[in-house]
């Protein structure tokens, strides 16, 4: 038998394209699992999950045991749904810890924030809209409910401002939708405002959604123009200053360049960080 078959079964013969990689079939059944939960972005009961999935009940009931086995999958004792386990999230903080933007964020966002005194909130897309990954405590009082993991209003907030004018409107169809309906020319006044934002390339909220409370947006690019994170500095309303060329904004968008001058367009760190 020729050794070299099995290369030529992956790599497929001299012109001809390369044949897919065999999978193991119960694995791709666990992530479509998965998959549905996900898409659901809510904790579903078993039957609700595998009719997401594509799966007869009996046949998703042992892959749902298997997968709380492995902490991929929690079960709600009481009510019975199930929701992501502690390993899905531990997978998900390596995924984030490992991405070069957020490693290059992390430091120069501290740095920021203890030399303006403003919070800082670093924010990535997610299918339910931004969320924020990482938030920076500083020193002035700040009475506003964000923890990692909230997701930002795209219509009310300026982080949510700042995702809608630098990424495509088809990235949000569900929130986009449940957020901004077309009553009364609400959409024709959010769009001056995303074209005001791309025109300063910052977007900016005063005492929105929380009174007394304002916000600066700055989105940060790899080398290839994608939006990969967004900065949002918080404060009083009466300590931020909020003008388009004000201390603070320049002070956000010069941390914003500093950072995506860490990532290229593979989104790889272009030098090491101390």
């Not at 401002?161 to 006044?189: I, L, N, S």
């Amino acid at each position: 038998m020729d050794g070299n078959a099995g290369a030529n079964d992956a790599k497929g013969q001299p012109g001809q394209p390369a044949r897919a990689s065999r999978g193991v079939q119960s694995v791709d059944v666990a992530a479509r699992v998965l998959q549905a939960l996900a898409r659901a972005r809510r904790p579903l009961g078993p039957g609700d999950l595998a009719t997401l999935a594509g799966l007869p009940p009996a046949q998703a009931h042992p892959y749902l045991v298997s997968l709380t086995r492995l902490g991929l999958l929690k079960r709600d004792p009481m009510s019975g749904d199930y929701a992501p386990g502690p390993m899905t999230l531990r997978l998900a903080l390596l995924h984030l810890e490992n991405d070069p933007a957020y490693r290059a964020a992390v430091p120069r966002v501290v740095t920021f924030a203890r030399e303006t005194g403003f919070c800082v909130a670093i924010c990535t897309s997610a299918p339910q809209g931004p969320v924020v990954v990482h938030f920076e405590r500083a020193a002035f009082p700040l009475h506003v409910n964000l923890h990692v993991g909230s997701v930002m209003s795209l219509t009310t907030t300026s982080t949510g401002r700042a995702f809608c004018a630098f990424t495509p409107g088809e990235r949000w169809p569900q929130a986009w939708h449940e957020q901004m309906p077309d009553v009364d020319g609400e959409r024709k006044r959010f769009d001056a405002l995303l074209d005001e934002t791309r025109e300063h390339g910052l977007s900016r909220s005063v005492n929105t959604p929380s009174p007394s409370v304002s916000s600066l947006c700055a989105p940060v690019f790899d080398a290839s123009g994608r939006l990969r994170l967004a900065l949002t500095a918080i404060g009083p309303t009466a300590a931020l200053d909020v003008a388009w060329d004000g201390a603070a904004a320049n002070a956000l968008r010069a941390t914003a360049s500093a950072i995506a001058s860490h990532i290229d367009v593979a989104g790889h760190d272009t030098e090491p960080l101390a």
